[in-house]
């Protein structure tokens, strides 16, 4: 960058050397990244390889791992999946897509009010609570899923949706990343100025204070979302009944399945493979799609 | 308690945010409680879902369960019985000695990334910004699968590369290999979600630093370890913490790959996986809770102290 500034103000064969040294300095950066992008992407790319061939081309085909078989078939897979066992893959993702919606938006909205009641009130306990719930960022919160299991089930709550979804409303380092934002977004001004104005507190955070914290919200909303969609330990020790399944605990349960028995009669690894694809491509979207929210979002709990 | 300075040791700013910022104003009181009624929701879950939790994990912890006696009040009987369990003992060696040498690796792979992007503006950087990121986006039990995938002799590439050089491909899930093998996986799942916390936080740097550390012939390492490295120190030590956290109870990846290992992923490979099959395999619930409970005690007690650690090294630095 600088020495673009600086032979912007030479002469233009200046600028052409400069621009030539330039190439060359970046030679060795680019190898890197190229290097590791390949790195990063040779799992996805051989799970997109893999979903294309049948049973024979996935354990004896010809063109080796990472390139296609002549038989492409992917279509028949999809197909496949979708009609195993009833449908249930799609029942899965179904389930994962309402857990992570729901259980994301709710932790996204206590967080923004929380986040919000700490950084612009005063009262008695705030200090203490914030400090409490900072601490709480370092609590394990695997280390929670058997005792909140154990509670669950004297409410014979287990083994429902709301075994998973409840616990997912828990997100202490949301509430810090809302309070740090709020903090320095919302002016206090602006909130006397809408109190002044006869607006009461609860219209005050919501046409004031509410569009101001937007972009954290946002990004707590993704984090938290993504979160509840990876989640893994959580409906794996809640649920036992399959038609609750979200899609992870789902994918596990089939390649226990075709571990232990090697396939036998109907090859689970097919579907595995090609299930592990399609469930990965709405996040994967989301990603590429609303990259301006989270990269700048991912920096507030770093910058501030 | 002083965590809340700690995590953003080196930003200056961080002290204000915690304070609220701000003085006290006239009519607190009334203030005061609509400040309630806004964390109200979430005190809620975090009492119930948080709290709760903890005090009945080690409730639970403080008794046994047996056939003919019923529960009986153990006292630290469980916790005697974990800390001499060889099970949970090996189990916490194992998370300890993986997060000594993943966090290093993860964190050295993050970081020069993170430079590199910051230093170069092509479009293939930002190509590659969005590629190295993509792991985060899916689900660590799908990353353990494909990589499982990707290790088997049946599935993977592995026999075919070796092939060509007439060896025999090594099983990274072996016992011998299994270390290396999930380190690979972990790494390849975080390393671009840790890469982005740096690059934004290198983002937020005011070039004109760097213009006057070029003018007083500050060569680009310089720049790059005096400068940068530095000013990011806070975002260090946040992406330090998670990963600390996250390694110490590891659970998804390793019971993924445990069926596809051939018995080198035990069922008290770590702490977690151990607590798991305490609790659902012999529905020993007491014991599980001790285990869990000595885990987050462990946890929280090893972030502490990395936290003062660096905190003390943090003010050094900047």
Known sequence: ?304 | MANAPAITATAPRSARAADGGKKRRPGGRRRGAIGWMFIAPFAVVFLVFLVAPLAYAFYLSLYTKGLATGTTFAGIDNYTKAFTDPSFLNGVWFVVRFALVLIPVQMAVSLAVALVLDAITTRFARFSRLMIFLPYAIPAVIGALMWGFLYSPTFGPLAQIFGIFHAAAPFPLSPDNVFGGLMNVVTWQWAGYYMIIIYAALQGIDPSIYEAARIDGASAWQVAFRIKVPLVSSALVLILVFALIGTLQFFTEPSILAPSANWSITPDFTPNIYAYNQAFSYANFNYASAISFALGIIVFIAVYIFLFATRKRGSILS
Request: proline share 4%; aromatic share 14%; hydrophobic share 55%.
């Open chain 1, 1 to 304: 960058m600088t020495t673009a500034s600086l032979g912007r103000t030479g002469l233009s064969t200046a600028r052409l050397t400069d621009g030539k040294r330039r190439r060359r300095a970046n030679l060795v950066p680019h190898l890197f990244l190229g290097a590791l992008v390949i790195y990063f992407l040779i799992p996805i790319w051989w799970l997109f390889v893999a979903s294309t061939k049948d049973v024979h081309g996935l354990f004896s085909g010809s063109a080796g791992a990472l390139w296609f078989d002549k038989n492409f078939a992917l279509g028949a897979n999809i197909a496949d999946l979708f009609t195993y066992n009833g449908g249930i893959y799609l029942r899965w993702l179904g389930n994962s897509l309402f857990y992570a919606v729901t259980g994301g938006l709710g932790a996204s909205a206590l967080a923004v009010l929380a986040g919000y009641g700490f950084a612009k009130f005063r009262f008695r306990g705030r200090r203490f609570f914030f400090a409490v719930l900072l601490g709480s960022v370092m609590v394990p919160l695997t280390a929670l899923v058997i005792p909140t299991f154990v509670m669950m089930s004297d409410l014979k709550l287990t083994d429902t949706i709301w075994a998973v979804i409840l616990p997912s409303l828990l997100n202490p380092f949301g509430v810090y990343l809302m309070q740090v934002y709020a903090t320095d977004a919302v002016p206090d001004e602006l909130l006397d100025a809408a109190r002044v104005d006869g607006a009461g507190e609860i219209r005050t955070f919501f046409q004031v204070a509410f569009p101001l914290m937007r972009p954290a919200f946002v990004t707590v909303l993704l984090l938290s979302i993504v979160g509840t969609w990876n989640n893994y330990f959580l409906p794996l020790a809640m649920l036992s009944n399959t038609q609750l399944f979200p899609i992870t605990v789902g994918l596990g349960l089939w390649q226990g399945q075709a571990a232990a028995n090697n396939g036998g009669g109907h090859s689970l690894w097919g579907l595995i493979i090609i299930g592990s694809l399609v469930s990965i491509i709405p996040l994967v979207i989301a990603f590429l799609s609303l990259q301006k929210y989270w990269q700048g979002g991912l920096s507030i709990g770093s910058l501030k």
